[in-house]
């Protein structure tokens, strides 16, 4: 297959898994966990899983593909790259949120927060997160930045940027296993145990599928060399960026 | 720094994360989890995170590296091909023993198997494995494989070794975490809850760093271009190997 048509073809299974996974998360929590709410409820709870998915999954992966994507090669960068740091700016406040989502609750509950190995990843990955934002912002965005240093830090941003998106993935999926032993402990007549496997827990290790096939293309796609986008004059030099937005 | 140099210093890092991450599994289960057996008892089910985090991350991860470590350059591929696929086979070997220890555990105690999303991520990593090896195997070391597919196949079997040890990763990950809140539930004089952050979680969920930081070195090291094995014809003619070996 062509590269490019390979690269619009893994594109549209990337932003097809990507709508999956935000239904099966929403669909999840609104069928099975009964909804949402903020009021220290497990409703509240439910926006967790909600906005961790969407936003530090599907939202971030998306993100990160976008100057990948061969048609705004030809184009001005400058726009491609605000249009780069506003997705993941909102891809942080979702993931930010969504960590108060589960704070609060666990504060109205009395539980205690930040012991599982998945609460250490997932903070972690929010907290590298945060950090990659505010580099990317006063590195690449901000223009009194040097040229010289946007080309050092840039390697490190990419390789940073994969390896945050490798540490949600698997707090998504330890998370959400978490959330299945936990919600399906049996011994009622309105739920059944995990280990019989009712509808929701094979809809939502569906869900777990579909996260891991979201990742593994996504990070496929960062993989693949010839779909990087070319630097400052490997392109028609009408479309140099106003700014020193080449790196 | 010189990328010779970091590839070293990263290649130290590699192998000094793999022996902490065997060390730490080991210890885990052998002191605080009551050691191992092979009764269909709780300490044949100890065998399990042991055997998959030494083989399906350690081993494989360690497998995967191999051919990026520039010493072997000017040697001849085919004693570094051998070893790979020996290193490798040993990986699987380990990862379907752990399998049966949880199945045959499982299955004394009455336990459903493949139920949780841990399993049905580790069961298909498994099944990829497998298959990649065999694939590896027939196209890559049996003498008779022409090259035109060796050529074609080879950029599916390194992007297949990623995927699978990522898949792997999130496979261990997802488990620790699962096994913590099922043997540290406290209410005995033996064992505080997980939620108390007793020596044990601290020690387990930092094996879970230990391994996602191990698998984030060797996707950095298998991700750098500069660190691939030259291929046939780009080092020196002597080191050609005798076989049809350098794909």
Redesign the interface.
């Known amino acids: 297959m062509r590269p490019l048509l390979l690269f619009y073809v893994l594109y549209l299974v990337c932003v097809c898994l990507g709508v999956l996974c935000v239904a099966f998360v929403s669909y999840w929590n609104h069928h099975w966990r009964g909804g949402f709410a903020w009021d220290g409820s497990g409703l509240q709870f439910n926006w967790h899983p909600v906005l961790m998915v969407t936003g530090l999954v599907v939202l971030y992966g998306n993100a990160a593909v976008l100057y990948r994507i061969p048609l705004t090669w030809g184009q001005n960068k400058l726009p491609w790259k605000l249009l780069h740091a506003v997705l993941m700016f909102m891809a942080l406040i979702m993931s930010i949120v969504g960590l108060c989502a589960v704070f609060d609750f666990h504060n109205k509950g009395g539980?205690?927060n930040v012991?599982?190995?998945?609460s250490?990843?997932g903070i972690?990955t929010v907290v590298l997160f945060t950090a990659q934002w505010a580099l990317g912002l006063g590195v690449f965005l901000l223009p009194y930045s040097p040229v010289e240093l946007r080309k050092l830090v840039k390697p490190v941003h990419v390789?940073m940027g994969?390896?945050i998106f490798?540490?949600s993935?698997?707090s998504c999926?330890?998370g959400?296993?978490?959330k299945?032993?936990f919600s399906l402990k049996g011994g009622s007549n309105v739920t059944k145990p995990?280990?019989?496997?009712p509808p929701e827990?094979v809809f939502?290790?569906s869900l777990?599928?579909l996260i891991?096939a979201f990742?593994?293309v996504v990070?496929?796609i960062l993989?693949n060399?010839t779909w990087e986008r070319p630097e400052a004059g490997q392109v028609d030099g009408s479309s140099r960026p106003l700014l020193h937005d080449e790196n």
């Open positions: 539980t205690p012991y599982s190995l998945h250490w990843l972690s390789w994969s390896a490798i540490l993935i698997v999926i330890s959400i296993n978490e299945l032993f995990y280990s019989a496997l827990a939502a290790n777990g599928v891991v990742g593994l990070l496929k993989s060399q």
